[in-house]
């Protein structure tokens, strides 16, 4: 027997006698009607992700084909392996609660089974983080293929793309501009082929931010997820993968300070998903850098916004895609980058950038550097009496009218209460109020939900209200847009200043000096701090347990304790 360890020689069952482990591995391999000539070659893993209960990943089985195509053509052996698939709308209570969950799977798999390099099948918002953060942890060399995004629906002469044209039209039903009938029509209309959110939304921004890294291949990010092109990159990367082997481009090599640097600016000019904050700080934890929200700002007044897709601007993922994709985006922020980060090429991201074969870019679409569509950057952080650690504020999806503001707090004590209350016909409430969501937070029994877009209350919305400053430790769906103060950290379940708010407190918002606060003495606030009750109790098994006694908090990704190295200052 040889002491060569490629394919299925890595990381043998432990029965004690090596030569046997291997001899029985073998005899079980062949059982799958494998030659010995293909059983000899390095083995690519496919983590794939293919799930009834996730309609992105409805394409997966022909994609998957295509990887194993470009693998067998390269010399290696693809073998694919389940993990947890995490589809947006149908966990419960937020899938956010389940992506540390997939990322252990992912990484335990990546170690525990005999492969030399692996393909990351994702795209829904937190498959594709939660990959990157279990394959960074992993080390072995890794490449990532996304989704794609779905083609766009029509409605009476519209385009329609989820989710954003979704929360346009249900903002109108509540506002009984449309009739049920007209609204159920949409919902027929809304999602019409296989692939992620047809805006740059969570996930279109995290195959964005993969590809900034360098994590998946160039130009790969946004081709739509039932174009020929999207089985033909499914094919390189296999053929990728191949190459990989043997090589130090692992993800915690590629996944650096500068990358995440590059990454951060790139969700800048995007006016990409503040869902994206969360799952960068997490991704970067997990290779040992730390992401600040007072960098986060040096970079967002750095860095115009670019790219004029929704919720921001007009345009789909389709029409970003035949504009010039992410090759144009990076092309026009080059003088901001570092052009030396490797990318999973092997090649340097400036190298990259040089080989480009075709620079055209629709302008309406992709902005000129020098002609941005804003100047500063979509995000921006706040911090304040109220945020001690920080929150997130998506300012070019939101009103500037309302970026200095005043006004009085109308609050809810949780979801339940918000859903109870927020449409009640005698609910005090005006537009000039902030309204505030506690108990929202990660460290709340819901786990960080999609609640921070607040529904207008329906007596306002029935006037032609559309916006009023919303203030949560929530997050929301990077589809959605409004004058939304998000990831409010420490959260209220932690004991964070965010649930001492009552109705009636007033609330200072300036986005100009980078603020929120509460404008209650601080002798109040410790006396009603005193008067708190004491938090629920806390699950005593499962996964609920080990979420609620290991997450933190939004500044640290909402990643596990356990699962994070020592942090060095980025």
Known sequence: ?????????????????????????????????????????????????????????????????????????????????????????????????????????????????????????????????????GAVS???????????????????????????????????????????????????????????????????????LAEALGMILPGTAAIPAVHADRLRAAEATGAVAVRLIGSNLTPNRIVNEKSVENALRVLMALGGSTNAVIHLTAIAGRAGVELTLKRLNELSDTTPVLVNLKPVGNHYMEDFFAAGGMGAVLRELSPLLHLDCVTITGESLGERLASDSDPWVDRSIIAALKEPLERAGGLVALHGNIAPKGAILKRSAADAKLFEHEGRAVVFSSLADLAGRIDDPALDVDPADILVLQNAGPHSPDAMPEAGYLPIPKKLASKGIKDMIRVSDARMSGTAFGTIVLHVTPDAASGGPLGLVRTGDRIKLSVKNRRIDLKVEDAELKRRAAAEKAPAAKPNRGYGKLYAEEILGADEGCDFAFLRPRIGKA
Request: charged fraction near 20%; glycine fraction near 10%; include cysteine.
């Open 138 to 208: 992993a080390g072995k060399p890794a490449i990532g293929l996304v989704a794609g995004p779905m083609m766009i629906g029509r409605h009476r002469g519209e385009w329609l793309g989820a989710c954003t044209d979704c929360r346009r039209f249900w903002a109108r039903y509540r506002a009984g501009d449309i009739d049920a009938k007209e609204i159920s029509a949409v919902e027929d209309r809304l999602a019409v082929t296989a692939g992620t959110c047809a805006v740059m939304g969570t996930a279109s921004t995290m195959a964005c």
């Open 1 to 133: 027997m040889t002491d060569r360890k490629v394919g299925l020689e890595h990381g043998l069952t432990n029965y004690g006698d090596r030569d046997f482990s291997l001899y029985l591995r073998r005899s079980f391999a062949r059982s799958m009607g494998y030659s010995a000539e293909m059983l000899a070659r390095p083995v690519v893993g496919i983590a794939y992700t293919p799930s009834g209960f996730n309609n992105c990943h409805r394409h997966f089985p022909e994609l998957l084909e295509a990887v194993k195509r470009g693998v067998l053509a390269s010399g290696g052996l693809p073998l694919a392996f389940p993990t947890i698939s995490l589809g947006e709308v149908f966990l419960s209570p937020t899938s956010l609660k389940f992506r540390n969950l997939m990322s252990i799977d992912t990484e335990e798999m990546i170690r525990a089974q005999p492969m030399d390099a692996v393909v990351l099948m994702g795209g829904c918002d937190k498959t594709v983080p939660a990959q990157l953060m």
